[in-house]
Every structure is written in structure tokens, then in C-alpha cells.
């Protein structure tokens, strides 16, 4: 590994200094964190940067559908229990996002990275990691991202070179072939709620059988991993067969699958898994998921759903009826322009529950729930939808840029 000593060159140290003020001159116009602007300022001037920026430190990439951001938290703070750590905590998960986080990281030890699935392949050229965590893949922004199964065709051909240990979630069966292309491969049985993106073997097309929580390809022969990490119930259970408590202030089933995939990856580096499962009780929210806030008199639940898989998770953790829900869903850029996934989610899980709805695409939400046969009501912004809901504490359900409108709204 490079020493810390070793110096950037002085063009990298003029492309980050660029890259800072760039970024400075966005927030101080109130356009955002400036992370993704003084990245791209940043690359522009020495291309090479992100593999600079990362040579001394041990890297870790995040990457799937779901959890990434979560995850990433999680395994960051397992690692600070054996040195300093620097990580794109908020989510600008391209290359020139990544790039503005690293270049705060000149003191670390561990440089903790969400990467867009997109991304992953050329990331992982450049930054060289010790540890590739892949959670799941599912359909997600259907007018960018590519088919399912193509997607994990391009990280089985990018982990296919690379010398990375990747901790992989075998109940997935994309995620299991991607990662089966790696020499090197920790296998989690970390779950699967959704398996409507899983159903045809991605190595042969074969019909997928699906008995019990196992799986296999009657055809081709490809079959689920044996798993050496697994997370039963609100345990982790590690390769010796000791199993340890999961306690997340964090809710519901997937993020005690994201703490078993990152104390298998803190595992990696030396820390024990019950240091690294404590560290994680630190965390009670992600970049605003989960909080709580004061809103107009009202106590509102923030939780972020963005695609069919995302929305699935999050009904298994709101309060049972007749707890007001308000659902608020855009169609911009960062969320994907195709609405289409509505139709995919399982909306008659809401029944019972007063529905508000909200968001540029408000009335496609309305449709669908229309013809999903539940009550709802169409309101003009969150201010409207909360002060029509029933009294008690309300749950807010957004998808990407609409969770970030939420925010600003009621100052989280």
C-alpha cells in the first residue's frame, strides 16, 4: 500500500483545489453540496485523480439497487474502530462525487465508497479496492439503467480481472453470477424479499426453481452459493458458526441484511464482528432516511422508496393502519423519467391506511391507485397532505427527488 507520505503530484493538488472552490462557489448559490461540480472540475484537470486519491488508503466499494447508501454507513462505521475513514457519506456516488469525497481523505486509512451500478467496472479500475460489497440487483430508472440481467452481465465481465475480494449476497441470483466471474468471493445469505427481477437463470435463461429459500437452474446447473456469513433472524451468523446480535436503530428486515453484508466486510480488515455490530448502533438515520421530524405540529416518518424493490421493504416497515401515509413519487433526471414501475409495486398493501398523495406525478400515482381499488387523496404539496391527515404520527414515502423536496420543506 502507498504511504501516506507520498505527495500528490501538482497537478492533482491544482485539480483538487479547483475541485474545492468550484464546490464552494455551488453551495455559496445555494445549488446543492457541490461535491458532484467540484469533481468534475477536479477530473477535468488531472484525469487521473480518483486512482491518486485512492492510492493510499484501503478501499471498500458499495454497489447494488437497494441499500447502497445504508450499507455504505454501516461498514464505515464498523471500520472506524480500526482507523480513520473517508467516505461519500451522502450518496454522490459517480465518479466525479467520489472524487470530491476522497479528496478529504488525505489523513484516512479507509476510503468507504458508494458507487451507481453503472459505474462500478470503471471504478473499480481505477481505485483499486481490497473489498467489493454487492447487495442486490433490481429494475431501477428504466430509461437509464440497463436491463437487469445486462447489468450484471458488465460487473461479471469488470470483477472478472480484479484481485478485490468481493462479499457477495448469494440469495440473489444476479448478484451470484456477477460475483461468481471474481477469484476471490465471500458468499452472505443476506435475503431476498423481491425476486420478480430473479426468475430466469442469468447464466443459461433457464426457468429459475425456487424451493424453500434456495435456489438452482434445472438446465445449466448454476445454483445458489454456499453461504459462510448468514443473517438468521436478528443475528449475524459468521463462518465459525458463532452467531451475534443485530441491534440497528435502523428498521426492518433489509438493514439487518445490510449490517450481515458489512460485518462480513468489516470481517475482512480485522474488525470482529460484535465491535463492528456495536459501532453499527451509532447510526439513527441516513442522509434524513428514518428520521423523525417536527412538521406543522406533526410528527412525520421520512423513508425513501425508489423503485419496485424499495417500495416492497419500506411497507414492511410503516405503522399498521390507520396510520396516515403520504406517498409523493417525481419522474426528474436522478430518479429516472419512466413512470412505468408504478404498475410493478403492490400498492393493496396500503389498504386501511388514509393515503395523501403529492409530487410531480401525482396523478400516474393516482391511477395506479385507482385501479388498485384503494381511498386516497390527491393534495397540491406535503403542507396540504399533512394538515388533511387523520391525527397521529404520519408516514412519508418518496422516491428520489421527491424525498429531497421533502427535506427542504420541513427542514431536515
Known amino acids: 500500500m502507498a504511504g ?84 461519500n457519506a451522502l450518496g454522490a456516488n459517480m465518479p466525479a462525487g467520489i472524487t470530491s469525497a476522497l479528496a478529504g481523505g488525505s489523513d484516512a486509512k479507509y476510503g468507504v465508497i458508494e458507487v451507481d451500478e453503472k459505474y462500478l467496472a470503471g471504478v473499480a479500475r481505477d481505485v483499486t479496492p481490497k473489498a467489493i460489497a454487492l447487495l442486490n440487483l433490481s429494475r431501477d430508472q428504466l430509461d437509464r439503467a440497463a436491463e437487469t440481467r445486462m447489468l450484471a452481465e458488465k460487473w461479471r465481465e469488470g470483477l472478472a480481472g480484479n484481485k478485490a475480494t468481493v462479499i457477495a449476497n448469494c440469495d440473489d441470483p444476479l448478484i451470484a453470477w456477477a460475483a461468481s466471474s471474481s477469484p476471490n468471493v465471500v458468499w452472505v445469505a443476506a435475503g431476498q424479499a423481491w425476486k420478480d427481477d430473479a426468475w430466469s437463470c442469468p447464466s443459461c435463461g433457464g426457468v429459475l426453481q425456487r424451493p424453500s429459500d434456495d435456489w438452482f437452474c434445472s438446465e445449466c446447473g448454476f445454483r445458489r452459493p454456499m453461504p459462510s456469513w448468514a443473517l438468521a433472524g436478528d443475528h449475524v451468523v459468521d463462518p465459525h458458526g458463532s452467531a451475534w446480535p443485530i441491534r440497528l436503530r435502523l428498521p426492518g428486515r433489509a438493514n439487518k441484511a445490510n449490517a450481515a453484508t458489512s460485518a462480513a466486510v468489516a470481517a475482512h480488515f480485522g474488525v470482529p464482528p460484535q ?86 406525478r401525482k396523478l400516474d400515482l393516482a391511477v395506479r391507485l385507482e385501479v388498485a381499488g384503494l381511498d386516497f387523496r390527491v393534495c397540491e404539496n406535503a403542507d396540504e397532505a399533512v394538515r388533511q391527515a387523520p391525527p397521529g404520527r404520519i408516514e412519508v414515502i418518496a422516491n428520489y427527488t421527491a424525498f429531497q423536496d421533502l427535506r427542504r420543506r420541513v427542514g431536515n
Open 275 to 360: 465491535v463492528a455490530l456495536e459501532r453499527m448502533y451509532e447510526v439513527q438515520a441516513v442522509a434524513g432516511r428514518y428520521d423523525v421530524v417536527r412538521f406543522l405540529d406533526r410528527d412525520l416518518r421520512l423513508l425513501l422508496a425508489k423503485n419496485p424493490a424499495g417500495w416492497l421493504e419500506t411497507f414492511s416497515l410503516i405503522d399498521p393502519p390507520p396510520t396516515p401515509v403520504i406517498l409523493s413519487v417525481n419522474a426528474r433526471g436522478a430518479d429516472g423519467t419512466d413512470t412505468s414501475w408504478l404498475w410493478d409495486v403492490d400498492y393493496t398493501q396500503l389498504a386501511g391506511h388514509p393515503i395523501f398523495v403529492i409530487g410531480d
Open 4 to 87: 501516506n507520505s507520498d505527495p500528490l503530484s501538482p497537478r492533482a493538488k491544482l485539480a483538487v483545489t479547483a475541485g474545492r472552490a468550484a464546490a464552494a462557489a455551488s453551495r455559496a448559490v445555494g445549488r446543492g453540496s457541490g461535491s458532484v461540480i467540484g469533481g468534475k472540475v477536479a477530473l477535468r484537470l488531472d484525469p487521473d485523480l480518483l486512482a491518486r486519491l485512492a492510492g493510499h488508503l484501503d478501499v471498500v466499494l458499495v454497489s447494488a439497487t437497494n441499500g447502497k447508501t445504508t450499507t455504505t454507513r454501516l461498514i464505515a462505521e464498523a471500520l472506524r474502530a480500526s482507523g480513520p475513514v473517508v467516505s
